[in-house]
């Protein structure tokens, strides 16, 4: 149960107030409404905002792809322009990004990798795509494997199991006429 103190009289702080209820006093270490800012405060409200830092990382301009035939994680970030875990993420989203795994377990990317990493990044940041755009815009454009379900897919695969009955039909008659 919470205690009530009194601090002064009838209309006074913590006493009775119009209306005959009682008046909790302010604790001490309550937040009074109108604070100065404190230098901690003034720091936070100097940083950039997330959307802010979010827009100068997108204006940026890419450096330069250096000539090496592979990279590690950290360099693509830095190549990329986006964070480490943003990688990883793309991995588990994008097919056509697949870094090899070096002896110590860490990911090594390709030069294809960088390539396909900085496409997405632009589609997702620069024009706006969301992650299912882009895997489609990546797949129009040849760089992104289709989905096993796909129905181009599931057609293709047919039509070359038709073709190699067709083929073993030929060459079984093949071997009729000549033998």
């Known amino acids: 149960m919470a205690s009530v103190r009194f601090l002064g009289g009838a209309g ?26 404190t230098p901690e405060r003034a720091l936070r409200e100097e940083r950039p905002s997330h959307e802010r830092r979010q827009r100068e990382r997108e204006d940026r301009e890419l450096p330069p792809i250096p000539d090496k035939l592979y990279f590690r994680i950290g360099e693509v970030a830095h190549l990329v322009g986006v964070e480490p875990h943003v990688l990883r993420y793309w991995e588990a989203e994008f097919r056509s990004v697949r870094p090899q795994k070096s002896q110590r377990g860490q990911r090594v990317y390709s030069r294809r990798d960088v390539d396909h990493l900085r496409k997405i990044r632009e589609l997702l940041y620069e024009q706006g795509f969301t992650i299912a755009g882009a895997k489609k815009a990546m797949r129009g454009r040849g760089l992104e494997p289709r989905e096993a379900d796909d129905p181009a897919v599931v057609m293709s695969h047919r039509a070359r199991e038709a073709l190699v009955e067709i083929r073993h039909d030929v060459e079984s008659f093949l071997r009729e006429l000549g033998g």
């Open 12 to 37: 006074g702080p913590g006493g009775l107030v119009p209306g005959g209820g009682l008046q909790r006093s302010p604790s001490p270490s309550s937040p009074s409404p109108r604070r100065e800012p």
